[in-house]
């Protein structure tokens, strides 16, 4: 392993480079051999389904590992279950395709579903009702009528064919799964790599899976320096929304553990640098516009589903937007983040000198608007590679930038301003809330011509090809010696009130991330096959 600490030999920086783009598979399958012999525990004869609740939701379509085993059950059963499996197999599929392709899917799924000659046709247990869908024809099968035809087939899954499943083996088999997901993750679990970065509770550096192989991040934060700092509830904040977002837009969270000294939050790694960095570090100043409309793109998805959770970010800005060894970025650090439920609006300064909205400056409350104001000033940066109201590296003093901020209007000297980004930049920067684009009621910022080149469906789904992609053997960070040391922390106790704190905040695998990567690294087919258990006898769950 390479020494943590030898982070600025190159040599070793090719060689973490190089398992992140590797290690995952093979890494992996060496590893599989003592993983076959491995098997899934029982689970706890309380059952699983209490916390769980029998939500189909949950168990059918977020939890990865639930949707494959409910759809090997469905396939494994008779052909009309197994003809609505794949009815929405079919349904992903076309909601990603564009143009003729998308037709033909959509054509394909009459034929074969909706039509009561074919064998697959779906609606031959709806008695009446199917006469609804045999009308169904080339001329009324539109996008409504496809939206229709899967909710009735999702409606058909969550009757009869869920509470059977809740009986079978492979709901069993789940059940194993779950119980595999709450065992105890300590620092043994990872191997450690070089420091990534440092942050206001410690440093943030690369492990590894050690039994899947799968490179993440890991998030360090010292435990006496967040008592001393008192920082122990901004980062139960920043954990729990890192654990809910669930989005290709937002950092995810994948393990929250301890160790002795640590608190450590183990989240997707980020190999191609933060945006600062790519606006102002990488020569040429400022990021070209085929860049910049693609991430504006991402991070706008990102920002709306933050707010679809009822948060606020607070510190929008292209330091926190980091981007994957794919070229695809992600919003990151929600220190500041706050959660405002049912239009709940808050009084308190905070974010970043030059992104803050005019609302905030002048102490009024303020809701999810001081959000786009901040994509605007960033969309500004990315392109001119100074802010609206501040200059690059400019000497000036915080009562100046707000002065700036609240009374001049926003200035496009640079001559990489095109008409779209003009006028997009523009909205975003109203000063007044109401005029704002994003906070009007019904205006939904994915429809401005800026946007006019991305299909937001393909862009969720991550098929959108990035326009960019960072090289495997650069490393897209100042050098290490640029990050300031951490300081001594003063030696404070750690009594029983921290260490109920701590094992709050250490909640192991966070499902949806867990299974994923159980299902990616190529565990769960594995298991699944080598692990004969079968259910044993009257232990079907209630
Ligand atoms: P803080 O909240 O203390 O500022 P950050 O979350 O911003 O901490 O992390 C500190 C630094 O660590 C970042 O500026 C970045 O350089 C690096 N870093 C953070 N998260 C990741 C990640 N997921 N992948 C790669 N590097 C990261
Ligand atoms: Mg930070
Ligand atoms: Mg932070």
Redesign the pocket.
Known sequence: RCDPRGSGCPSQLMYLNNLVVNTTYPGAQQAGTSRSSMSLPRPKSSGLLGSEGSCYESLCEQQPIGRRLFRQFLLDSNSQYAAAAKLLEDFDYWQHMEDEAKEKAKMSVLAKFCQPESRTFLFSHAGDAAEKYTSLSISNFDEAAMEHVREATRTFLKGGPFSEYLKSPFFYRFLQWKEYEKQKITRKYFYEFRT??????GE?CAVQVKHTGQMY?C?KLDKRRLKTKGGERLALIEKQILEKANSRFV?NLAYAYEDRTHLCLV?????GG?LKFHIYDLGKRGIRMERVVYYVAQITSGILHLHSMDIVYRDMKP??V?LDAKGQCRL??F?LAVELPKGKKICQKAGTTGYMAPEILRQENYGMSVDWWSVGCSIYEMVAARLPFKDFKEKVQNEEVTRRTLEDDCKFQHSDFDAPVKDLISHFLKKKVQNRLGCRSGDDPRNHVFFKGINFHRLEAGLAEPPWVPKPNVIY?KDMDAFRTASEVEDVKLDSKDERFFKEFSTGAVPVRWQKEMIESGTFDLLNSSDKTEMPAGSEAQ
Not at 196 to 201: D, H, K, V
Not at 267 to 271: P, Q, Y
């Open positions: 990534l970065g440092r942050g206001g509770f943030v991040a998030k950092i989240i997707d790694l980020m190999s933060d330091e926190n980091l990151s650090d220190g960070a």
